[in-house]
């Protein structure tokens, strides 16, 4: 069911009703873009730390604005066997309902908005028709405001609120008087005459609370004074003549419309709210940046640090899990898909008309996965059950975990305990030419086998190696590199200027990386965790080699030398583009085995085939 400001408040219960119903809940969440500055392969990468990756999110990602938010609740029926389904579709755009309500600013992404609109997303209802909300503070301050006014009604009625017309009695000035004047002699001719009412010319905010303060002080009974809107939103005020009792309920019937007002502009942070009061397990893909931004955009702030976050995330949330895009590979064996039903007069989905990235069918196929996963686990038991609970034990590992996206070695965030802390010393943080693609990388390190990848920026990256020992393979090569006034002048034929980067990964907790300014202008400080920095110069050529300590300083610079080799491979031009490498093909008959085989490799690489995109 599509859900906008029209029919929210019609909505709204059986959304309430469907929550508490619920056996579990599923969410997804669109945005306006993943980040106002770094790619997406800086904003996630794989080695990242919970801390970091919580920390480059929080600053990249929260000025983005999530505009359309699926909910999906699922209730098991015991008698059908089957599972009843409520989706729902809410478009959620922050309109100030008031002149004194937060005007929110947001940044939009090109190639997310270009992508939501080749998917057939309708932008136009939820800039037109999207549900506001506010924040707990936000609604707090609103609340306070309307409590001022009505502490200030004597007689006459609410005394008008502006941004700026401040609380106390304010002096009429100078250049008001007249207007003022003016204004009096209008409300003593409605006194004398038989009209029952009197509509003043639309003035500003600073006009209108003179006017209230006069009125209030010298008719302090016998009128009511309220503000309106004209149709092209125009404020203008609005005396009446009422007695007393007529008064009173005037006042009464305000404070219901301005409750209603207040209801209207928490709009969607109420269905959060619900959902957040109900204690049902809620379930996501790739859930991280849905519970940020859902508790940034509807709850408040988020905090610095991630522990602090752990804690408002499970005060919101008290029991969740997150799913990756398994809804293919669940519909087969040895999976089988859950039986569901929708409610008739309730938008039903159908998993065989895929509606990907409209938040309630993500829902929708979220909350399957999940039940599809959940039953596989049953057939494990003995005897084996054909539907688990969404409170089963069998479910307690997987509660409060969040999938870290592209995180190599941690993969989830526990919200309800400590992180995962795996070693990473057989990580090495390798600089570059800027012009290196992910496959000239491979090729560095092919003799060490199957690597894994992770950029930092344009040139520099983390590569994992496969086993800690490999690091020391430096060792072995060591006596086999060839003389180094030999290699360098290879190296000043090859390329103007050539600066490889290799050290070893200090610890789990290392700092976040620097920018890339940072590393080509002050590595050095930059990196102030890593102990020694050793510069080989040759002819004016510069390797550089970082390593952690001064104890495995000698392996690195070894391996860190065989990699420059490597890495000075250029296309030498007489040769009709064909990639050698100078030093490997003067190298000495007794070099190693695994010098040997790096060398020929050089030499069968006779064209650098394109590289294509990077690995995000």
Known sequence: MEVTRQNFKEVLPEVCSAVQEA???????????????????????????????????????????????????????????????????????????????????FICQSSSIDFLASQGFDFNKVFRSGIPYLTQEEESQLREQYEERRSQINGAGPVSYTPTSGTGVCKVPEDQRDFIRTVEQKVEALLKNSDQTLDLEPCTGFQRKLIYQTLNSKYPKGLHVETLETEKKERFIQISKVDEEERRRREQQKQQREQEELNDAVGFSRVIRAISKSGKLVVGHNMLLDVMHTIHQFCGPLPEELDDFKEVAMSVFPSNTSLAELHKQLRETPFRSPTTECPEGLQSYDTSTEQLHEAGYDAFITGLCFISMANYLGS???????????????LEPFYNKLFLMRVIDIPYLNMSGPDLQPKR???????????????????????????????????????????????????????????????????????????????????????????????????????????????????????????????CSDSIIASASTTVTVATTRTAPDEGGASVSPVQEEAEPEESSANQSQGKRSRRHKKRKSDGERLD
């Not at 005897?383 to 069998?394: E, G, V, Y």
Request: with cysteine; aromatic share 12%.
């Open 380 to 394: 494990f038991l003995t005897p084996p059950k054909s539907h688990i609970s969404a409170r089963s034990k069998l």
């Open 23 to 105: 056996d579990f809940i599923s969410i997804d969440g669109e945005f306006t873009g993943i980040s106002d500055g770094p790619s997406v392969s800086a904003l996630t990468n794989g080695l990242d730390t919970p801390e970091e990756r919580y920390t480059k999110l929080r600053k990249h990602s929260m000025n983005l604005l999530l505009f359309q938010f699926g909910v999906c609740t699922f209730r098991y029926d015991q008698n059908q066997s089957t599972y009843v389904t409520k989706a729902f579709n809410f478009y959620i755009f922050p309109k100030p309902f008031s002149r004194t309500s937060p005007d929110i600013k």
């Open 425 to 551: 010393d057989h990580v090495l943080y390798v600089t570059f030419p800027k012009e290196w693609k992910t496959s000239d990388l491979y090729q560095l390190f092919s003799a060490f086998g199957n690597i894994q990848v992770s950029w930092v920026d344009d040139t520099s990256a983390f590569v994992c190696l496969s086993q800690t020992e490999q690091v020391q393979i430096g060792e072995t090569l060591r006596s086999a590199l060839p003389h180094p006034d030999l290699r360098a002048a290879r190296v000043r034929q090859s390329c103007d200027r050539v600066c490889v980067c290799v050290f070893r990964l200090q610890a789990v907790k290392r700092s976040i990386s620097p920018s890339l300014e940072e590393q080509n202008h002050n590595a050095d400080s930059s990196w102030t965790h890593y102990s020694s920095v050793k510069k080989m110069k040759r002819d004016g050529q510069c390797f550089c080699i970082h390593t952690h300590n001064s104890n």
